[in-house]
């Protein structure tokens, strides 16, 4: 018997973010995961960290790149919890984060 509840299509919302694990930028990326979880732990359904080389930070929502170092530089948290929360949520409010 399956007692998984049925999944909500509002909260089916993935985030990953890829790091180069050349540069050691997993903390930055770790840190910013949670930032995200926290931020929007009912909306998401998965947030990975993926492992890549050659310089990249990328934070893709269901697939779409939000931001990219090479074009924006390293994000602040608050700019990547506005860009996520247009996607995921765009009536919650970030707080303090909207200022």
Request: hydrophobic content about 35%; overall charge negative.
């Amino acid at each position: 018997m399956n007692t998984t509840p049925p999944e909500d299509p509002a909260n089916t919302h993935r985030v990953q973010i890829e790091y180069c694990t050349q540069c050691r930028w997993l903390p930055r990326a770790s840190w910013l995961a949670q930032e995200l979880l926290t931020t929007f732990e009912t909306e998401l359904s998965e947030l990975a960290l993926k492992p890549g080389t050659g310089g990249v930070f990328v934070v893709r929502v269901d697939d779409e790149v939000v931001w990219d170092r090479r074009e924006q530089g390293f994000p602040e948290p608050t700019a990547v919890k506005r860009l996520v929360r247009d996607r995921v949520a765009p009536e919650k409010s970030l707080g303090h984060s909207e200022k």
